[in-house]
């Protein structure tokens, strides 16, 4: 049997998810979080079942996008749970709405900043920093130049990075996930910063590991409720 004490312990985690979920309800009700959308879900978003079907969907989440698709042809939207958050997923026409949709009603940056939580990790000087799309549109009009220094980079990052694996029989194994961490951080530094400092490896390392941390915190505080996230 139980005493108070120990059943007060044991009840206090179920408790304080419940009363956590039930602020957050309150806040998509009076519209102190994102817009609502029209989008109905394709399982439960209930206190229980809405933790239950986000482990689901972090598990099986091909064939649970196959069943909203599935259930709202030809052509629409449907909300499923993901990492933490209920996002909404379009189809069909609503895809070309998207495409054309201006920056005050889809943010790319609103977006990123909610799905990192970057106001809470990295402060809102940093977050709230307009220099990644004029960025990346910068890069993108000066293809013609970067192209041949990634394709240069390419070599020699693969290189590196068969240089680390063993051989045997005539084949060389890898770990494939380090070794695709690796290779991305490489090439995207290529562009970015350039030689030599894309090639460092300590600094390689500290950047895809910076990246890795920053993925999970973010994923902690996405199911809590804004108000008991900071």
Request: net charge neutral.
């Amino acid at each position: 049997m139980f005493t108070s004490e120990q059943a007060w312990v044991f009840l206090t985690p179920s408790r304080l998810l419940s009363k956590w979920y039930q602020e957050w309800r309150a806040q998509d009700q009076d519209g102190t979080n994102e817009p609502k959308n029209e989008a109905k879900p394709i399982v439960s978003n209930a206190y229980g079942a809405s933790f239950i079907n986000q482990i689901r969907s972090a598990l099986w989440n091909d064939s649970m996008v196959q069943r909203g698709y599935d259930s709202n042809k030809p052509g629409g939207m449907f909300k499923m749970p993901l990492f933490g958050q209920w996002v909404t997923i379009v189809t069909g026409r609503y895809i070309e709405e998207l495409a054309k949709a201006p920056d005050n009603c889809l943010s790319f940056q609103e977006t990123i900043n909610d799905m990192m939580q970057l106001e809470l990790l990295i402060g809102p000087a940093l977050s709230r920093d307009q220099i990644h799309l004029p960025a990346i549109r910068g890069l993108t009009r000066r293809l013609n130049v970067i192209f041949p220094e990634i394709v240069d980079e390419t070599h020699s990052a693969f290189a590196t990075q068969m240089e680390k694996g063993k051989t045997a029989d005539g084949w060389t194994s890898i770990k494939a996930f380090d070794a695709f961490g690796d290779l991305v951080s490489q090439l995207n530094h290529r562009a970015f910063v350039g030689l030599p400092l894309c090639r460092d490896e300590k600094w390689n390392k500290t950047m895809v590991k910076s990246a890795a941390e920053l993925t999970v915190q973010a994923l902690l505080l996405r199911p809590f409720p804004e108000s008991r996230r900071a």
